[in-house]
């Protein structure tokens, strides 16, 4: 059964740099038909696709364009999230997602979640 | 973007009793291809989001078949034939059919 964890600092300042890492176990990581994503989730903006990308191909991040670096590592099968200049909205639940791409377009795995807060 | 809209956004539901969730989208969700990219997904109180329905009307793998997904363009309706005491959570559709992927505000089920 795949499994997804997410791992990261759960408090930060306004204007620094959150890093999150998603871990996979327990299935295909270096698979072309499949793609790993981040959404966040908060009271005030609900469900947001941060970015998705496959591990031979390049990111895509529609939300937060310029804040948002996607990054993965095939031999630890771990995918990353790097977001700057963080504020006191982007304090949400971080998610980390396997994606189906193509064949259904359907977020299928999901991690726990992991609580950001953004506080001075 | 697309913008998802769900009705009702509260459902009290009886246990036995069919229940019905209605979701829009601003644009057509119909792709050339023949399918409908609008996904559901259930949160369960203190869980993750998961996926029940694909492609507009395809079950996951592991979702009872009590949940049944309907609906083509930019009307679409997820039913539940006999509600249990397991689906309380909030329900969101999705949209995938255009970047970037977006949900709906949710339509919270509850006993």
């Known amino acids: 059964q795949l499994q997804l964890q997410e791992s990261g600092p759960g408090l930060l300042k306004p204007s620094e740099t959150l890093s999150l890492t998603c871990t996979v176990s327990?299935?295909?990581?270096?698979?072309?038909?499949?793609?790993w994503g981040w959404i966040r989730q908060s009271p005030e903006k609900g469900l947001e696709v941060l970015g998705i990308?496959?591990?031979?191909?390049?990111p895509y991040t529609p939300s937060l364009k310029s804040r948002v670096i996607l990054s993965l590592d095939t031999s630890k099968t771990q995918f990353s999230l790097n977001l700057s200049s963080v504020t006191a909205a982007d304090t949400a639940v971080y998610y980390c997602?396997?994606?189906?791409?193509?064949?259904?377009?359907?977020?299928?795995?999901w991690g726990q979640g992991t609580l950001v807060s953004v506080s001075s | 973007d697309i913008v998802m809209t769900q009705s009702p956004l509260s459902l009290p539901v009886t246990p036995g009793e069919p229940a019905s969730i209605s979701c829009r989208s601003s644009?057509?969700?119909?792709?050339?291809?023949?399918?409908?990219?609008l996904t559901w997904y259930l949160q369960k109180p203190g869980q993750s989001p998961q996926l029940l329905i694909y492609?507009?009307?395809n079950r996951a793998s592991g979702v009872p078949d009590r949940f049944s997904g309907s609906g083509s363009g930019t009307d679409f309706t997820l039913k539940i034939s006999r509600v249990e005491a397991e689906d309380v959570g909030v329900y969101y559709c999705?949209?995938?059919?255009?970047?970037?992927?977006?949900f709906g505000p949710g339509t919270k089920v509850d006993i």
């Open positions: 327990g299935g295909s990581f270096n698979s072309g038909s499949v793609y």
């Open positions: 492609l507009g009307s």
């Open positions: 644009q057509s969700l119909l792709q050339s291809d023949g399918n409908n990219y």
């Open positions: 999705m949209q995938a059919m255009s970047s970037p992927a977006t």
């Open positions: 990308m496959s591990y031979n191909g390049r």
């Open positions: 997602v396997r994606y189906t791409g193509s064949s259904s377009r359907a977020f299928d795995y």
